[in-house]
């Protein structure tokens, strides 16, 4: 909310995709996959924030390779023509894949006219082989070869080393190729305004458009540091790019091209922003609020309590000894903060903390919390004196025991030991 985005998070609250309203239909969404199935789960997971889905068929990276991924699919054809039949029929998006070329260039046309029946929409051909490396010819003979075989776009790759110094140079690979068009990379990443048909920007002003970026959508500092540093290239020794080395925040990396009130300012409307939105989601909050909920401002601090005894089995304890059904949680995620609130039902009366907390668990815990002081019932505290349900566990753990040594397989219910277990109270029984 506070970046107006789109983001896809990792369970480690990585941020693995991040995209906005305005670049929705026109990023494509690549991704290496070898499994077709997994290609599809991942492509409906984005496809109304994208505008197409590609499959990466030429990375030629050990992380990708080693993992049947990238350039490993150009000697597995079946499985390229799995994962894209796959996609073009489970999506609505179009589906595009990137490819390198093979060793031979009729074998390379065979295998991009099998792509083509897969009813892609375009394909990617970075003319080099999966060994070549930048500093190796393109090999445009090939791509033009592609071209003239196959009647989808085909889209050139490659030519930043040998070709493509400005924009008039893109029409020139495009020719030299006979492609649909040109996908440009390194020279892209060295300055971005290669596409603007007027000439290129002046460095600096496109490296501090860039961090403006950066800082307006939180871009993590490593990944605009990587991308400034592929720009500066020869200037890196210079003092400005020692200094850029060296940051280690964005903060830092707005000092070094003199931007820190820029920073300053954009973080601050942040701040305002997320604080006005948090002010909103509490009124929301009071709004919404059911009035028969029972509230209580409570944390479960699992210190305070024996281990692997918790207040939720304390109350579904006290539920079974009612016999009242057993405690029913409803818990939701509010999207600003990815905060957790738990409601528990029981006996037909609702009760939850008002406080939020950072898991699951913890909001469920604090709603059982609620429940028992309200009802007067003992919630397993360290600070309460003995603990029944500790108790109760040494003596269902010593029946096992007992049970065992004595070759039984199944045990005798609880009660008809109890006497047993409190004659033999000096026992030393496990803690649990």
């Known amino acids: 909310e506070v970046l107006e985005t789109v983001d896809f998070v990792a369970p480690n609250e990585r941020v693995v995709f991040r995209t906005c309203e305005r670049e929705r239909h026109c990023v494509v969404f690549q991704m290496g996959s070898a499994d077709a199935e997994r290609a599809l789960a991942v492509a409906k997971l984005v496809e109304s924030d994208v505008a197409g889905i590609d499959i990466n068929m030429g990375c ?3 992380y ?8 490993a699919l150009l000697s597995d054809p079946d499985k390229i023509e799995s994962i894209l039949t796959t996609l073009v029929k489970g999506i609505c998006k179009p589906v595009t894949c990137k490819i390198r070329i093979l060793p031979s260039v009729e074998d390379t046309v065979n295998l991009v006219k099998r792509i083509e029946k897969t009813g892609i929409a375009a394909i990617a051909v970075h003319g080099r082989k999966k060994e070549e490396r930048p500093q190796h010819p393109v090999h445009c003979d090939v791509i033009k070869a592609i071209s003239e075989a196959v009647s989808i776009p085909v889209i050139a790759n490659g030519g930043s080393h040998d070709f493509i110094k400005e924009y008039t140079d893109i029409e020139t690979f495009q020719k030299a190729t006979a492609a649909s068009s040109v996908m440009i990379a390194r020279t892209a990443m060295w300055n971005p305004s290669i596409f603007r048909k007027e000439g290129l920007f002046p460095l600096k002003e496109v490296m501090q458009d860039y961090i403006k970026y ?7 500092y490593t990944n605009t ?3 400034l540093c592929q720009m500066l290239r020869e200037q890196l020794e210079t003092t400005q790019g020692k200094k850029l080395h060296a940051a280690q925040s964005t903060q830092e990396i707005c000092e070094v091209f003199e931007m820190a009130d820029f920073y300053e300012e954009t973080t601050a409307i942040f701040e305002a922003k997320k604080t006005s939105l948090e002010t909103e989601t509490q009124d929301e909050d009071d709004q919404m609020e059911d009035p028969d909920v029972i509230k209580m401002a409570v944390r479960f601090d699992k210190r305070e309590y024996p281990p692997q005894i918790t207040p939720k089995m304390y109350l579904l304890e006290w539920c079974r000894k009612e016999k009242h059904p057993q405690p029913v949680y409803e818990t939701v995620q509010r999207p600003l903060d990815r905060l957790f609130c738990s409601v528990v039902t029981v006996a037909e009366q609702k009760y939850r903390s008002t406080l939020w907390d950072k898991s699951k668990k913890l909001a469920e815990q604090a709603a059982a919390i609620v429940c028992l002081r309200t009802l007067g019932v003992p919630e397993g505290k360290l600070c309460e004196g003995e603990n029944h349900l500790i108790n109760k566990r040494k003596r269902e753990d010593q029946e096992h025991l007992n049970n065992r040594d004595h070759g039984e397989e199944l045990a005798e219910p609880s009660h008809k030991k109890a006497s047993f277990i409190e004659e033999n109270s000096d026992m030393n029984v496990p803690k649990m």
């Open 60 to 62: 030629p990276k050990e």
């Open 64 to 71: 990708s390779t080693k993992a049947g991924m990238g350039a």
């Open 214 to 220: 950066a800082v307006r959508y939180d871009n993590h």
């Open 225 to 227: 540091k990587y991308c």
